[in-house]
């Protein structure tokens, strides 16, 4: 019996140290549950996060937008930059125009259970419109 009782505390002691006793709330795949945009049209998303240790990584794609958005970007995917997680408060930014590295959407959520909440901005001057942003995480 003993010897069991230290395999099962090695195994766990394992598993604790590799990642697998806990798995981040924030990992996998998320997906906007209502359209978001402005004048120009409206556009459906979804993000894919990683999240090892202090790390956030993920990647956007809008899976529905506009015929003259999607010509004036050229792609329809995009990997995040400057991702913060903190306190269930989530920003990153989506580089959405490559070419013109002021171009991008800005993006603060907040974890709510399985949906990450808040308002996304393009990255201009000239715009100040907050667009209200709903993404509920996938099965």
């Keep these: 019996?003993?010897?069991?009782?230290?395999?099962?505390?090695?195994?766990l002691g394992l598993m604790?140290?590799?990642g697998c006793a806990r798995k981040s709330p924030l990992s996998g795949r998320w997906s906007t549950t209502e359209?978001?945009?402005?004048?120009?049209?409206?556009a459906t998303a979804e993000t894919v996060f990683t999240h090892e240790g202090e790390i956030v990584r993920g990647t956007f794609k809008f899976t529905?937008?506009?015929?003259?958005?999607?010509k004036e970007l050229g792609a329809v995917s995009f990997q995040l930059e400057q991702v913060r997680f903190s306190g269930g408060r989530l920003s990153f930014?989506?580089?959405?125009?490559?070419r013109q590295p002021q171009e991008c959407l800005l993006f603060n959520l907040q974890l709510?259970?399985?949906?990450?909440?808040?308002?996304?901005?393009?990255?201009?001057?000239?715009?100040?419109?907050?667009?209200?942003?709903?993404?509920?995480?996938e099965p």
């Design 112 to 137: 709510e259970g399985d949906k990450l909440k808040g308002t996304a901005k393009e990255n201009r001057p000239e715009v100040q419109t907050l667009i209200p942003v709903v993404f509920r995480k």
């Design 35 to 42: 359209p978001f945009g402005d004048s120009s049209g409206m």
């Design 1 to 11: 019996m003993k010897p069991l009782n230290i395999a099962a505390s090695l195994i």
């Design 16 to 18: 604790m140290l590799t």
């Design 93 to 98: 930014l989506v580089p959405i125009a490559p």
């Design 64 to 70: 529905s937008l506009p015929d003259d958005a999607r």
